[in-house]
């Protein structure tokens, strides 16, 4: 647990941020979450009103590609920075890889110069199972070769060399989570859990891309979020890379099966060709978080998409967004 820290947050308005902005305001420090509340994600004023009211929380609108905006608001108090802030999707880099490079690649560069002139103790940078790519072998852990197959991945990947190059020169702590497919309350419109509740609930078939048989290390928001937090309070972690997943793998058709139970519902899901940039398989080895982080994730699949579908439906209809088929 984080106590009476000072924090900036990028991103932390944002379906992880926000959840790691509550937590740790939660646990009683002062945090400042920096955004943009761009209008790719939905209603994201929505996901911080629990915070504005806040007396430890400051809510700033910025953007990292703002280098003399992130340099003020992290000052000279500033101890810990959460870098959360980034573009997603591996399907959005596809069709624009150049935003995509520029806000994860240029904004994380960005950020490491504004840390470096600052008093911060340690940055944490938000990273990616993507930047493996297809495995070699599975689980994966964080030996296993980097070899993207997306701009987004590719711009992960690139974001991680980065930090380790800015502590390798400047002596930065700088670490980097590599998250696995995690999902939640809150979570993105585009994502494939917020789209198949969404169909599944209008009783309209899911589409699912491929056979179906590729399967994800689904990892749940509080879980990742725990392991953000234990990344910032572990020692001996500059220059390293984590994996944050479950470190188990379900079948996007298990998946399917298991929305299907949750919600009550009897619909059978469609199946279309496979899109560009999505790996086969992912499935995390977290060994060595669980070494040197302690982390140590709780929340089962089955309890965690109950909790998704519990809030999805808590909804009123015009808070529900819309996402792609």
């Known amino acids: 647990m984080l106590e009476e820290r000072r924090i900036l947050i990028t991103g932390g308005a944002g379906f992880i941020g926000s959840h790691l902005a509550e937590a740790l305001v939660e646990q009683n420090n002062s945090v400042k979450i920096y955004d943009n509340f761009n209008s790719y994600y939905f209603n994201k004023e929505a996901n911080i009103n629990r915070l504005k009211e806040a007396k430890n929380c400051t809510i700033i609108k910025g953007d ?42 240029t904004g994380t560069i960005n950020m490491l110069v504004a840390v470096q002139n600052s008093n911060a103790e340690k940055l944490i ?65 585009d994502m494939a859990i917020h789209i198949f509740t969404q169909k599944i609930l209008r009783n309209e078939p899911p589409t699912i891309f491929g056979d179906g048989n590729q399967t994800r290390d689904f990892t749940f928001v509080d879980d990742t979020v725990s392991g953000i937090i234990a990344s910032a309070e572990a020692k001996d972690t500059a220059g390293e890379a984590f994996n944050l997943g479950k470190g188990e793998r379900y079948s996007v058709n298990d998946l399917i099966s298991l929305l299907i139970k949750a919600t009550g519902s009897s619909v059978k899901p469609i199946f279309t060709k496979k899109m560009k940039g999505d790996v086969s398989h992912t499935w995390a080895d977290v060994t060595k978080a669980k070494k040197v982080l302690g982390y140590n994730p709780q929340t089962s699949i089955e309890e965690g998409l109950q909790k998704f579908v519990k809030w999805y439906k808590s909804m009123s209809p015009d808070q529900i967004p819309k996402a792609s088929p």
């Open 64 to 105: 990292i590609l703002d280098l003399d905006n992130l340099k003020k608001s992290i000052g000279e108090d500033i101890e810990l920075v959460f870098h959360i802030a980034a573009q997603p999707g591996v399907r959005f880099s596809v069709k624009t890889p150049l935003k995509t490079n520029e806000i994860n690649v």
């Open 125 to 189: 940078n938000a990273s990616s199972s993507s930047v493996y790519g297809p495995p070699k072998y599975l689980p994966i852990d964080e030996k296993h070769p980097t070899d993207p197959i997306s701009p987004y991945g590719a711009s992960k990947l690139a974001a991680e060399k980065y930090c380790k190059a800015f502590y390798r020169v400047y002596g930065i702590d700088v670490c980097s989570l590599r998250f696995f497919t995690v999902y939640g309350p809150r979570q993105r419109p």
